[in-house]
């Protein structure tokens, strides 16, 4: 199989309901798709639809009720908590809507904070860091603390951060929902270079149409279910 058919995401009939006191709440109703190594894809649907749900069953954050998972062909219900974790770390990376960083840290020191507890020796982490802030135009600003920064820097810091393990899958929830549109376009700008220059896999949701242009296929959710799916000229 060539290298960029490959599919780095498949779900089979995903299923998560959730429990509220006696009544069960379906949030996803037999979810069944395939992301293939290399895309740029976004999740739309209105608020509620199981967009975050769906995203978090991907990055193996949540354990579905119902049907399966597969990460380059794993079956992640068959990984023991240990090895899911590793799964994680070495293969995925997210970034969320509100940025997550540490306010007493410098740029760099918040994007070496996931490498900590790699065994890397310190000199190796500094290097990774530097080397994923340059990665998302952020060259200079490494000493900055995040009060310094726009808040479309220090979502480019996430975004550095989510990158220091090499993820092959970005999972990006509602990136760009506390930005403004020319702070949301630049992020999206960085995603779009980690997916064309850098073969990152992006799955993103979003509100805003505008900023799927980038996405070679739009999945709309509804419901829980994957209503409709368009493929675009990206
Ligand atoms: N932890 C939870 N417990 C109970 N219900 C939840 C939980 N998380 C999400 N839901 C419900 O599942 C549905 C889908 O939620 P979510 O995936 O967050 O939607 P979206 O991201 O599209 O806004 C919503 O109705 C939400 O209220
Ligand atoms: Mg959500």
Redesign the pocket.
Same mark, same amino acid.
């Given at each position: 199989m060539a290298a960029q058919n490959q599919e780095v995401i498949v779900t089979n009939d995903l299923w998560k309901i =959730?429990r509220?006191g006696k009544i069960d =709440?379906p949030?996803l109703c037999g979810v069944s798709l395939k992301v293939r190594r290399g895309e740029f894809i976004a999740l739309v649907?209105p $608020? @509620?639809? @199981?967009? $975050?749900?769906l995203l978090n069953l991907f990055g193996a954050l949540d354990r579905p009720t119902k049907g399966q998972v597969l990460i380059d062909g794993v079956d992640i219900s068959r990984l023991s908590d240990d090895k899911l974790a590793e799964l994680r770390n070495k293969k995925l990376g997210f970034v969320f809507q509100t940025f997550n960083l540490l306010a007493y840290m410098s740029a760099a020191d918040n994007v070496e904070v996931p490498l900590i507890a790699s065994g890397k020796p310190s000199r190796a982490r500094k290097e990774k860091a530097l080397e994923a802030l340059a990665l998302v135009g952020l060259k200079g600003f490494e000493l900055n603390k995040p009060s310094e920064l726009s808040g479309g820097q220090q979502q480019r810091v996430a975004i550095a951060r989510a990158l220091t393990n090499d993820p092959k899958i970005i999972l990006a929830d509602e990136p760009t929902g506390n930005l403004d549109s020319k702070s949301a376009a630049e992020i999206i700008g960085v995603l779009n270079t980690l997916n064309k220059n850098n073969g990152v896999t992006v799955i993103m949701?979003t509100h805003n149409l505008q900023l799927t242009k980038y996405c070679h296929r739009v999945w709309w959710?509804k419901d829980g279910i994957l209503e409709k799916e368009v493929v675009q000229n990206a």
């Open positions: =959730y509220l =709440y949030a649907g $608020s @509620g639809s @199981g967009k $975050s749900t949701v959710l």
